[in-house]
């Protein structure tokens, strides 16, 4: 660590204005991001981390992005080729100007065939290829999917040995719901040649799919090459929602990788967790992947003993790779230890710089910390999902940003797509569906979760959603049906024990029925139970049981109880 602090002090003395606007805990962000930042910026392999970045540059990294596009105007009256203004583009959607944005995009098209048509022998192949490619991801992104294939589909008849257009444009097929032509654009890849990474990549974008054999074969060829690949379980965990996945792998769960696959899978599943163990003890290859299993056992499991020896275990033998340096970094980050987070985040950068979580989560998370530089932490979600246009994770990230910042209809497009490429996950379309309850109205929110149970129809959480929804339009008989339908699929479902105890105080006036069912709920609560889901049940409890005393030491069984709360 004392080598990261040198050289920090060294880039403070190259660059004093970073000191003050992006240090955290004596520690400066930026200065594990400024070796990388220009070439995720351009075209350039920049790697000198005492280049001064130009104003341009700063302001984007910032969060000042108003300024960022001033600076790009002036570029942009100067240049044939309109680099300046996609970069504007991307900067406008990254701000929530989606009009602007797209506008942004068309001209850059428009210019850049212009330039074309006047010399094209003096633009590179690839430097054309990524522009383009740009312009098609920036419409997607955007919420114009059939916009962004159209535009896909023209390029990549001249470009059709791009492998990155060739996974946004599949990514947009996904996007739109036709995965047969996600999976033929994916089949044209060669992965002769293909590190451990990029075949995991691969493998994420045929399981969205629904190839689940060509998924495993190819995360299972990318375990072999290399078992510290971290982002295969990243990806097994991503969809271990998905029955199909996994009844895939049960077919053959002796096979040794299979179990290591299936363990990650489980792990979350409560009614699974003892299986996963049973999984994860009967593991043979003492590999990262192994040891990051088990850590996630002992976190859960709140083992914090354990969870100390472990990330020793993982620093000591394996902080000279990605992934090993990927998993310090967020554990430490997530520990509040920010220098350590930062020092393993650079690293992870240095082994694998196109690793998208990389940019959208270890620095997002970082930068988090910071009340300074907060407005900064979307430019670091675009850059993640521009590597890896299809993670799910990535576009959720997003989806809750803008969320939260209260962009509601570009937060919306997001879920959408997410929604789309992750159909087994109940969240994605209740998270989609509130935001169109609020955007449009709710008739289009119910037929969302409707569409959404005609995917998955054991799926407990999306019938209790849609139970709340006949709750808030006043339609008792078809609410308290789909609460009971929740229950009946999983009798652990404590969100609808808490719905059903709301519906017998407001329809029914039945508050012995109502106390029985918040009872139960209260119960349930564990050490697993979000804060504000126990908050919410303890309150509605507290309500209901003060009203039943109430009924009982009176004449009359007439009762209102206010401000009692549903739960998604």
């Not at 033998?317 to 997530?334: F, Q």
């Not at 690293?347 to 940019?359: D, H, P, Q, S």
């Not at 509130?434 to 409707?450: H, R």
Request: contains cysteine.
């Amino acid at each position: 660590m004392s080598n990261f602090i040198e050289g920090y002090k060294n880039l403070i003395k190259k660059k004093p204005y970073l000191e003050s606007v992006f240090t955290i805990s004596g520690v400066c962000i930026f200065a594990f991001l400024t070796a990388y930042i220009c070439k995720v910026y351009s075209t350039e392999d920049v790697k000198d981390t005492n280049l001064v970045l130009n104003e341009e540059e700063r302001n984007y990294y910032e969060g000042n992005y108003d300024e960022a596009i001033e600076e790009l105007k002036k570029k942009e009256e100067k240049e044939d080729w309109p680099i300046s203004l996609m970069k504007q583009s991307k900067i406008q959607a990254v701000k929530g100007d989606i009009l602007e944005s797209n506008s942004l995009a068309e001209k850059a098209y428009i210019q850049s065939r212009i330039s074309l048509d006047e010399n094209r022998k003096l633009k590179n192949k690839d430097e054309v290829a990524k522009l383009l490619n740009d312009i098609s991801f920036t419409y997607i992104m955007n919420g114009e999917v059939s916009r962004g294939i159209e535009f896909g589909e023209l390029l990549l008849d001249e470009y059709s040995d791009n492998e990155n257009l060739k996974k946004t444009l599949a990514t947009a097929y996904l996007a739109n719901g036709e995965n047969e032509k996600s999976i033929e654009i994916l089949n044209s890849i060669d992965i002769n040649k293909k590190d451990s990474y990029e075949l995991s990549e691969l493998g994420e974008l045929y399981l969205i799919s629904g190839d689940y054999k060509k998924a495993i074969e190819l995360l299972k060829i990318a375990y072999k090459e290399d078992n510290t690949n971290v982002n295969i379980l990243a990806i097994l965990k991503e969809y271990s929602e998905n029955k199909n996945l996994r009844a895939f792998l049960e077919e053959n769960e002796k096979d040794s990788i299979n179990n290591i696959f299936l363990a990650q899978i489980n792990l979350y599943d409560e009614k699974l967790h003892d299986d996963s163990i049973i999984r994860i003890n009967k593991i043979e290859d003492e590999s990262l992947l192994k040891k990051v299993l088990e850590l996630q056992v002992s976190e859960k499991d709140s083992d914090e003993d354990r969870s100390s020896i472990l990330l020793k275990e993982i620093e000591e033998e394996y902080n000279e790779t990605y992934g090993g340096a990927y998993v310090l970094s967020r554990i430490n980050i997530k520990n509040g230890n920010i220098e350590d987070g930062i020092h393993y985040g650079n690293k992870t950068i240095e082994f694998n710089e196109n690793f998208g979580k990389a940019y959208g989560i270890l620095f997002s998370e970082a930068l988090k910390n910071s009340d300074n530089i907060a407005d900064s932490i979307g430019t670091y979600l675009r850059e993640g999902l521009e590597k890896s246009p299809y993670s799910v994770q990535l576009i959720k990230e997003i989806a809750n940003y803008y969320k939260e910042k209260g962009e509601l209809l570009i937060s919306y497009n997001y879920y959408k797509i997410a929604s789309k490429l992750e159909p087994y996950n109940a969240s994605n379309h209740i998270n989609q569906s509130i935001l169109e309850g609020k955007l449009e109205d709710v008739s289009v929110a119910k037929n969302t979760i409707e569409d959404a149970i005609n995917i998955d129809k054991e799926n407990s959480d999306l019938y209790n959603f849609l139970g709340v929804i006949y709750l808030e339009t006043e339609n008792s008989e078809e609410a308290i049906k789909n609460i009971r339908k929740a229950y009946e699929l999983n009798n652990d479902n404590i969100k609808a024990l808490n719905n059903a105890a709301v519906y017998y105080t407001r329809y029914e006036k039945n508050i012995f029925r109502a106390k029985e069912n918040i009872d139960s709920a209260k119960d349930m609560i564990n050490d697993n139970v979000e804060l504000k889901l126990k908050e919410t049940i303890l309150k509605n409890q507290s309500l209901i049981n003060k009203t039943y005393e109430e009924v009982q030491n009176s004449d009359s069984d007439n009762f209102e109880i206010e401000n009692l709360e549903l739960l998604i």
